[in-house]
């Protein structure tokens, strides 16, 4: 793990630095008759997969509000995380790495100062902008919440996970969309602002019998609905795995617990699906209240999930590994500024890494050279800019219950590995024509050469970011075509 916590104090002021100069590019936007600076919401949801919105084809979820910010935005179709975990995603969303360049893993590690400085939230506050966030912070532990705290204007969020239900208090959703409220109302039209709000939802409440604990007024929602089953249900998948992917690991501990049986899984997924819809009624009220304040048609909206969730589907729980279900996630951006790309969508690949430049964009900031994401802002604006076809997939958090695993997708092509098993186990698909992940090319004579690219490319996308600096510009490995 990268400790940097000892970088030299010369990279911090530079970074400070860069903040200043992008605070003083502002002012001068923002005093330009025509170039008011934009307001930024930045919705995050929390363990939700990519097509559970009804823009983006779901049977049976409902998403009204999420609709119409994909109706009045540009919908990303092939968003990933590029690791599967709350708090080392969160951590690339913040600050546009990679895990292997922030340097965290887990959930005990906070920010360092440098990477504060490196983040969007800082250096929008430190351009002019009034800063709020609510919800789940999700980095650091408790002991390091009040200094987080201390970067922003308005401070809601709390560490670990929280409860749904607390006594005298509304369902979280609906108490965390009330403070999204409160900060609105202390907003000034003088001054820009940025809210960032980070649902719990539809994350599961750990250890808590039905786990997926939605608003009680929403408990029959779906009721009559018969749900069609998801592919790789039928436990052939699961049995092809070898055993340290089996019985015993988190995924499958968490399985037992919450879709172990047809009627466990029934009631699991409707209420992961009311937990969503919450969602999409806070982002209704907040939509309302901007509106009211007459500031919608200067108010960028980024909405996205911290990373995708199996439910149930090759007989696991939770997220963690590199297929599908677990890294694939919504990625909207409303700019009502752009009115000619309005309800369109890219499928070019996009990452959790691309938000933070992308609102240091929407925002007229620069974007520090050393951040490894893109800014969506061109394809956003229906450009046609050179595009990633590559990149990193890494899960390097210590549980003895889940395996770490790295991998590449390039192109069509996705790679991965658990290099610390006994044997090293492989797994690599073509995506484009087998969409489920159901035929495994590693051992296939046929894809020998294949394998043996992806594997140097595995090596060569670890190399490179282990030498990544905060201090210097950063390019990624060149992209060769398999």
């Known amino acids: 793990m990268r400790d940097t916590s000892s970088l030299k104090p010369t990279r911090r002021d530079a970074l400070r630095g860069l903040g200043a100069a992008g605070a003083s590019l502002l002012t001068r936007c ?4 025509g170039h008011p600076r934009p307001n930024i919401i930045f919705v995050m949801t929390d363990d939700q997969q990519a097509q559970q919105m009804s823009c983006a ?6 998403t009204p509000n999420m609709d119409r910010l994909a109706r009045q935005g540009v919908r990303f179709t092939n968003n990933f995380v590029t690791t599967s975990i709350c708090a080392v995603s969160r951590s690339s969303f913040f600050t546009g790495l990679y895990s292997r360049c922030h340097g965290i893993h887990g959930f005990e590690t906070p920010l360092s100062d440098e990477l504060h400085e490196l983040s969007y939230p800082v250096r929008l506050h430190n351009a002019g902008y009034r800063t709020g966030f609510v919800g789940k912070y999700g980095v650091g532990s408790a002991d390091h919440i009040d200094a987080s705290a201390s970067r922003y204007d308005y401070f809601k969020g709390f560490p670990g996970q929280g409860q749904y239900l ?3 208090r509304e369902h979280m959703t609906i108490f965390l969309g009330n403070q999204c409220l409160e900060f609105l109302d202390g907003s000034s039209p003088e001054q820009p602002w940025n809210l960032s709000v980070s649902f719990k939802s539809p994350h599961v409440q750990d250890n808590v019998a039905p786990y997926f604990i939605n608003d009680p007024a929403y408990d029959h929602l779906f009721d009559g609905v018969e749900l069609p089953p998801f592919p790789h249900m039928d436990g052939k998948y699961y049995d092809g795995l070898p055993k340290f992917l089996k019985d015993g ?24 699906y009311a937990l969503i819809y919450g969602v999409d009624v806070q ?9 009211e304040m007459g500031q919608l048609d200067n108010t960028v909206i980024v909405f996205t999930g911290d990373n995708g969730f199996f439910l149930g589907e090759r007989g696991w729980a939770g997220k963690w590994y590199m297929h599908e ?3 694939r996630t919504p990625m909207i951006i409303s700019d009502p500024r752009l009115p000619e790309t309005a309800g369109t969508t890219r499928d070019e690949m996009t990452l ?3 938000v933070s430049p992308t609102i240091l964009s929407a925002a007229g900031l620069d974007i520090p050279e050393s951040v490894n994401g893109r800014d969506l802002m061109p394809l956003a604006k229906g450009q046609q800019p050179a595009w990633r076809q590559e990149w990193f997939y890494e899960h390097l958090f210590e549980h003895p219950r889940v395996p770490k695993s790295e991998g590449v997708r390039s192109g069509d092509l996705k790679y991965f590995v658990y290099p610390e098993a006994e044997p090293v186990y492989e797994e690599m698909y073509n995506v484009a024509a087998d969409k489920q992940e159901l035929t495994n090319l590693v051992g296939s004579a046929e894809h020998a050469a294949t394998l043996e690219t992806m594997r140097a490319k595995r090596e060569e996308w670890i190399e490179n970011l282990s030498a990544w600096r905060i201090d210097q510009p950063w390019s990624e490995p060149e992209y060769k075509p398999v």
């Open 283 to 291: 982002i209704g009220r907040m939509l309302a209240k901007v509106e």
């Open 249 to 272: 690991t988190e995924s499958r501990i968490r399985w037992e617990r919450r879709f172990g049986t047809p009627e466990k899984w029934e009631e699991s997924v409707k209420r992961h």
């Open 30 to 33: 923002g005093s330009e008759p």
């Open 325 to 327: 279900e677990s890294i």
């Open 166 to 168: 607390v006594e005298g």
């Open 57 to 62: 084809g779901h049977p049976i979820l409902q």
């Open 352 to 354: 959790n890494i691309d």
